[in-house]
């Protein structure tokens, strides 16, 4: 049985999210029905990220069975005639047979994460739906001192969902870096895995940083109060992007 793997590109704006709910559409049901359209096989697409509801994905990995062998380009090029003729904002990248013990998800070493924060008193008109709009001048050095805080090993509990089902709230962020390029700001980051709402919950916390209303102290305090009422306001999901993931 050809085990393939698809790295996929989609906006997430009109989805409740990767993970397949009864009654609504998924990233990952829009895919399988593609996939089912052309192979005639039901599928159960494995994704390296559950992302959420308006979270989006430049390059999400996932793998699925097939019986019979398809040519790559021919999955590949398919699946994107089926999602094009159901309208959905989903490309398939690219599709290459891997190995039978190839897993999407426990097979990754590092997932990466962009957040964007359009910074400007205007909203916006392009990028509509792909960025945070903050009108208030953030400080993006202030962002970035606190967010040295928060990389390396430690109990992420503060910054992480009440719905999170990780075993474990203890995690490693490789990287958490802050730039401003204009007026956007990028927030990158890294690490072998994260908790539900991790990412955003960080950002939201680092905003504050920005604001002035908190300082270093104050986010490494909320990090260390182990409690998620520390935590501050969770960013939405519309400026998170899943960049990349490292096997």
């Given at each position: ?12 704006s ?30 159960t697409l ?12 430049l ?5 699925f069975?097939?019986?019979?062998d398809?040519?790559p380009?021919?999955v590949r090029d398919a699946?994107?005639?089926?999602l ?14 891997v190995?039978e ?12 994460y962009l ?10 008109a392009?990028?509509h739906?792909k960025?945070?709009h ?5 400080d993006?050095e ?11 090993r ?19 962020l490789d990287r958490?870096?802050v ?24 950002v ?44």
């Amino acid at each position: 049985m050809p085990r393939y793997r698809i790295d996929i590109e989609y906006d997430g704006s009109p989805y409740v999210g990767w993970q397949r709910q009864a009654g609504q559409m998924s990233v990952q049901e829009a895919i399988e029905k593609a996939i089912a359209a052309f192979s005639g096989e039901e599928v159960t697409l494995h994704g390296a990220g559950r992302t959420d509801a308006g979270v989006h994905a430049l390059s999400q990995v996932a793998h699925f069975d097939l019986f019979r062998d398809f040519p790559p380009d021919t999955v590949r090029d398919a699946a994107n005639a089926h999602l094009a003729m159901a309208g959905e904002t989903i490309s398939v990248l690219a599709a290459v047979p891997v190995a039978e013990d190839f897993d999407a998800r426990f097979s990754a070493r590092a997932r990466h994460y962009l957040y964007r924060i359009l910074n400007r008193r205007s909203p916006p008109a392009l990028e509509h739906g792909k960025v945070w709009h903050v009108p208030k001048k953030l400080d993006a050095e202030a962002m970035q001192e606190a967010a040295c805080r928060l990389v390396g090993r430690h109990d992420f509990t503060t910054f992480r969902s009440i719905q999170c089902q990780a075993k474990s709230p203890v995690k490693t962020l490789d990287r958490l870096a802050v730039s401003r390029l204009g007026d956007e700001i990028e927030i990158r980051a890294s690490a072998r895995s994260f908790l539900h709402n991790q990412v955003r919950s960080l950002v939201g916390t680092l905003k504050k940083a920005g604001e002035g209303t908190w300082s270093a102290d104050d986010v490494e305090a909320a990090l260390q109060a182990r409690n998620r009422a520390a935590c501050g306001p969770v960013a939405p999901p519309q400026g998170l992007y899943l960049v990349r993931v490292d096997y």
